[in-house]
């Protein structure tokens, strides 16, 4: 669906790092051999024909001339028209926050050429310093993060004592924040920066207008915004309307599972309520009897929250996750817990433990906490009113109210908030160019009623409809009519060998560029969902 959004991503001002299953760009090329300045020079990085490098901008936007200064690391995917043609920077943020640029255009720059256009340099940012970290050490950090890759999501109800343990382990993670800032850098690490950033590189492009995928302010040339987010709840830790289609996601499993019959879904049953029924079975038990998995790549164990964390990770990616998640649970019900395990395992930590964090660490959730709580409102609750928040949650999502309600008790362990960032309120009344913004029907965390397919942003299907829309929007400025919705070529449950109807259909007529266009679109979001996983 192409309507009112916000893309829940934001760049960081100050450190872009966030692990992928791709081998991370960090590893390919080193961003130490370059020196920042206020103007762009490139040089050939990774793979040809992408360039990198490092722009300078102030630390402090309210205090430019203090002299302390962020250096934004910088790959572009050049543009190959002629100058005549050329139109400048394209700036992609895959999600977040904390989402790398980086790795999506190293990935998949040649597809977002071919998507949107050779006018545009493409352009991702990630591995900018100064890096950012609330430890001294990785090994400190996995001792209260064990897995940077694969974040699970605390519970409310996991136990009698599950929230005040994590009530407790935010606030500790707040103090070391606060402990391992000595010079004030998070403080700086908030939307309004990033928006300044942004502005900053497309001037430093030589534009004047900002030309994104993502979210920005008011000088805006061109402006996809994907995914909905509720800006006013968000600039008060108020979590609770981005579940308004949690439970409908869900119920897509439940019913999709039910029609696609045994062959497609290995969780099949001849209900949708008997699969949600046999899921609670099934949930009960592991919360009664967790399971020890020993794999060749780690060892842990299958509980209560690793379960539910597994199913909502579905959610996000409907159309590549539904059916090994059924297989998944199929195995489990059977009482083999390994092949759900396996799916969302994480490698066993091993390390020197004396040696400090690199200066490229996997740093997601710190940024994710720093800036999701930083740009909002203090939140002070006690135990006693997060019990509540969570129980008013209830009313709109009883399926993951308990996980995706636990960011209110990150930001209660968060106390580094900059006097005088923007905290509200939102909504423009005119822009000088119109902004495209896009969502799901029902998206499991960005609902459609804050802005036709299940998921997190219109990256988890192909859908040449849309991927049409967002190239003549980016390259003539064309918006689809109001209200437009995309179909999307993809299946919630294919059988063993089938293909899409859409798509089966649509061979009999599509041209190649069209043909190129969707595979390009395939690729793209291949690469995003491999770098986000589920970012937070």
């Known amino acids: 669906m ?95 926050p904390g989402g790398s640029g980086v790795d999506a255009i190293v990935g998949a720059g040649a597809d977002f050429a071919t998507a949107f256009g050779e006018q545009f340099d493409v352009v991702g940012v990630s591995y900018s310093t ?129 029609e696609a019959g045994a062959q497609a879904c290995a969780f099949h049953a001849p209900s949708a309520s008997q699969v949600a029924a046999n899921l609670a079975a099934l949930t009960a038990s592991v919360k ?63 390390c020197d433990c004396t040696a400090p964090a690199p200066a490229f660490h996997e740093n997601n959730f710190e940024a994710y906490m720093a800036i999701e709580c930083g740009d909002g409102l203090p939140v002070n609750d006690t135990i006693a009113q997060l019990q509540q928040f969570y129980e008013d949650g209830l009313k709109v999502s009883t399926s993951f109210a308990d996980l995706l309600l636990t960011t209110r008790v990150l930001c209660a362990g968060y106390k580094i908030h900059r006097q005088g960032r923007f905290t509200g309120p939102v909504g423009a009344k005119n822009t000088s160019f119109p902004l495209l913004l896009v969502g799901n029907t029902l998206d499991p965390v960005t609902p459609h009623a804050n802005a036709d397919s299940v998921g997190h942003t219109s990256l988890v299907a192909t859908s040449d409809c849309t991927f049409s829309y967002y190239k003549a929007y980016f390259v003539n400025g064309t918006l689809p009519p109001p209200g437009t919705v995309c179909s999307v070529e993809a299946e919630l449950f294919p059988s063993p060998g089938s293909t899409s109807s859409n798509a089966t259909a649509k061979r009999t007529t599509e041209n190649l560029e069209e043909i190129k266009i969707r595979e390009a679109a395939t690729r793209i979001g291949s690469v995003v969902r491999k770098i986000l996983r589920r970012a937070l």
Not at 203 to 230: H, M, N, P, T
Not at 231 to 248: I, P, Q
Not at 292 to 318: C, E, K, M, W
Request: charged share 15%; with cysteine; net charge negative.
């Open 2 to 96: 192409l309507s009112s959004s916000f893309f829940h991503s934001i760049l960081l001002a100050t450190t872009f790092c966030f692990p992928s299953a791709l081998a991370t760009a960090e590893s390919d090329f080193d961003w130490r051999t370059l020196h920042a300045s206020k103007t762009l020079h490139w040089t050939p990085c990774y793979s040809a024909p992408l360039q990198c490098t490092l722009l300078q901008v102030p630390m402090d936007y309210n205090a430019p001339r203090n002299g302390v200064t962020a250096s934004i690391a910088i790959v572009r995917y050049p543009s190959t028209s002629p100058k005549s043609q050329y139109r400048g920077p394209l700036l992609f943020n895959p999600g977040g």
């Open 130 to 258: 100064p890096t950012i970290s609330f430890f001294k050490t990785e090994a400190e950090r996995r001792f209260l993060i064990p897995s940077a890759t694969n974040v699970l999501y605390a519970s409310f109800n996991a136990s009698s004592v599950s929230l005040a343990d994590t009530y407790a382990n935010m606030q500790l993670m707040g103090q070391l924040a606060i402990e391992n800032d000595p010079n004030g850098y998070l403080q700086h690490m908030s939307t309004d920066n990033i928006a300044r950033d942004m502005l900053s590189i497309t001037e430093a492009f030589g534009f004047e207008k900002l030309q994104y995928w993502g979210v920005s302010d008011d000088k805006v040339g061109r402006l996809i915004i994907d995914g909905v987010e509720d800006m006013n709840a968000y600039y008060t830790a108020n979590f609770t309307n981005d579940m308004l289609d949690t439970d409908k996601s869900m119920q897509t499993f439940y019913s999709g599972c039910a």
């Open 288 to 350: 009664a009897e967790p399971i020890a998995v020993l794999t060749p790549q780690s060892h842990g164990i299958l509980d209560y929250v690793f379960l539910r964390n597994a199913v909502l990770d579905a959610l996000f990616d409907p159309y590549n996750s539904f059916a090994a998640l059924a297989e998944g649970l199929a195995a489990l019900a059977s009482g083999n817990a390994t092949l759900l395990y396996a799916q969302n395992e994480v490698p066993t930590f091993e």
